[in-house]
């Protein structure tokens, strides 16, 4: 009897084993079919998404470049008032005995100064073939009147610091502050950008700032003159009045 029992539950789990088994089978073959049309559909569906995945990734793309971009020029900016900050302290530290009224320096004659021009721009008699560069001081008295703009083999020509696009940094010799000297066009020279209340006086002596090999820091201009105009965001514009006659000079150093 125990015998047929046992016979009846082997029977009876050989029978479901069987059957869970070709569940499983139908179960994992209806899995491959589902799993075809799932790639088929996708792929349909991949044509009319192409475009929205193409702007995705252009998208992505232009917004880290745009991010390293703007990284970039933050970094430059950050840089280039770094370097000017630098040059402003060299020039504080430097001062005028950088300059040496010593220095041995060459006559030109002033060839043309033109009515319409009077005060922008003078024509002299060397050239390249003296060694004259673009950019190179011009003096008279010992004093910067102007820079060579032009040059060619015989003659060149200069602009005055009375002309209206000529600009350059300066400073203040017994304050050490820092300006730019520009002309009106009209014959005067202005000392602007000056923090007001840095007890800037009438007399006090100016001359060049940090610019370059060819015009160094203190070369002298001139000197604070009397008449100040303040400005309304904070900094002052001083008159300078020139060492220089620049009126009426027939020649000049260089």
């Given at each position: 009897m125990n015998n047929?029992?046992?016979?009846?539950?082997?029977?009876?789990?050989?029978?479901?084993a069987l059957i869970l088994a070709m569940f499983l089978l139908g179960v994992s073959s209806g899995l491959g079919v589902i799993k075809n049309i799932v790639d088929?559909?996708?792929?349909?569906?991949?044509?009319?998404?192409?475009?929205?995945?193409?702007?995705?990734?252009?998208?992505?793309?232009?917004?880290?470049?745009?991010?390293?971009?703007?990284?970039?020029?933050?970094e430059v900016k950050r840089l280039r008032s770094e370097n000017a900050e630098l040059r402003?302290?060299?020039?504080?530290?430097?001062?005028?005995?950088?300059?040496?009224?010593?220095?041995?320096?060459k006559t030109a004659r002033v060839t043309l100064r033109a009515p319409m021009s009077w005060w922008s721009e003078i024509r002299i008699d060397r050239g390249s073939q003296d060694n004259i560069a673009q950019g190179q001081a011009v003096f008279s008295s010992g004093y910067l009147i102007g820079r060579v703009s032009t040059v060619s083999r015989m003659s060149s020509w200069a602009e005055l610091i009375t002309s209206s696009s000529f600009m350059i940094p300066a400073v203040i010799d017994q304050t050490r502050e820092l300006g730019v000297i520009a002309g009106d066009g009209n014959?005067?020279?202005?000392?602007?950008?000056?923090?007001?209340?840095?007890?800037?006086?009438?007399?006090?002596?100016?001359?060049?700032?940090?610019?370059?090999?060819?015009?160094?820091?203190?070369?002298?201009?001139g000197k604070i003159a009397g008449e100040f105009i303040a400005g309304t965001d904070g900094?002052?514009?001083y008159r300078i009045e020139p060492g220089a006659d620049i009126s009426s000079f027939y020649t000049v150093e260089y």
């Open positions: 047929r029992r046992t016979a009846a539950r082997e029977f009876v789990h050989g029978m479901t088929i559909w996708g792929a349909l569906l991949s044509v009319p998404e192409y475009p929205a995945v193409v702007m995705r990734e252009f998208y992505q793309s232009w917004r880290s470049w745009s991010h390293d971009k703007s990284f970039l020029s933050s402003l302290e060299l020039a504080k530290v430097s001062g005028s005995k950088i300059y040496s009224e010593d220095r041995s320096q014959g005067s020279v202005l000392l602007k950008y000056i923090p007001a209340g840095r007890g800037v006086r009438s007399g006090m002596k100016v001359s060049t700032a940090m610019i370059g090999d060819q015009l160094p820091p203190g070369l002298p201009i900094y002052m514009t």
